[in-house]
């Protein structure tokens, strides 16, 4: 059970380039987040999916855009590349169990990507 | 922004001592939630707290809630050298399965052999 897997794990664009995050989780759960962390700040979400077939914008979105390609991954892409998207990129998972139970976030080890 | 705000923004402490860190924040919430992230790692849930509830413990953790003053603490007693991370609180909104964590800024806390 490997839990939320990311890659890469470091990655170098130069600006205007494209890339794409890859987030793939193993506990069956329906929601799946994309957070960024910049130094000595918390997580700020970009964007979510709250089940399969479904996304929403988060607090940061511009600049991204997400898929939820099936209940296990949901990918990030960065289309054009700028050196504010300098930043370490998390992706989490969760499961909903009802208004009473909700539950907390699993997160992946991270990809740091840096913009020149 | 709804974001917590943690207070102290760092923390340095000796080893077997207790620290304390706080969050405040800003709108009402369903449930607040304290993590965990070690240098370079991803963040590792440590506990939940609901809104009715005031205190909660685990193991070394004690986690408070005062929704009048909309803040919270974590007191990690009798620290140790493995206890040095940053802290975050997180603060849940909605009340769906779309619901959302907001962090805040966090708690670095040495704890020194």
């Known amino acids: 059970n490997a839990g939320v897997t990311q890659t890469p794990k470091f990655q170098v664009l130069k600006t205007g380039q494209s890339m794409t995050l890859q987030c793939a989780q193993d506990?069956?759960?329906?929601?799946m987040y994309w957070y960024r962390q910049d130094p000595g700040m918390g997580l700020r979400l970009i964007y979510y999916?709250?089940?399969?077939?479904?996304?929403d914008k988060g607090e940061v979105p511009n600049g991204y855009n997400v898929s939820r390609l099936n209940k296990r991954e949901f990918s990030l892409r960065l289309e054009s590349a700028a050196p504010s998207q300098t930043s370490v990129y998390f992706c989490?998972?969760?499961?909903?169990?009802?208004?009473?139970?909700?539950?907390?976030?699993?997160f992946g080890p991270g990809t740091r990507l840096l913009v020149l | 922004s709804q974001q917590g705000e943690e207070d102290p923004q760092a923390l340095s402490i000796q080893e077997g001592e207790n620290a304390t860190m706080n969050c405040s924040y800003k709108?009402?919430?369903?449930?607040l939630q304290w993590y965990r992230q070690n240098s370079g790692r991803g963040l590792v849930h440590l506990i939940l707290?609901?809104?009715?509830?005031r205190e909660k413990h685990s193991g070394r953790l004690r986690v408070t809630l005062d929704t009048s003053k909309k803040s919270s603490s974590l007191l990690i007693t009798a620290s140790r050298a493995a206890d040095t991370a940053s802290y975050f609180c997180?603060?849940?909104?909605?009340?769906?399965?779309?619901?959302?964590?907001?962090f805040g800024s966090g708690t670095r806390l040495l704890v020194r052999p």
């Open positions: 997180a603060t849940v909104l909605g009340m769906d399965s779309s619901y959302k964590l907001i």
């Open positions: 999916s709250a089940s399969e077939g479904t996304t």
């Open positions: 989490a998972s969760s499961e909903w169990l009802g208004p009473e139970y909700q539950e907390t976030q699993y």
């Open positions: 707290i609901r809104s009715n509830e």
């Open positions: 709108t009402s919430i369903n449930n």
């Open positions: 506990m069956n759960h329906n929601s």
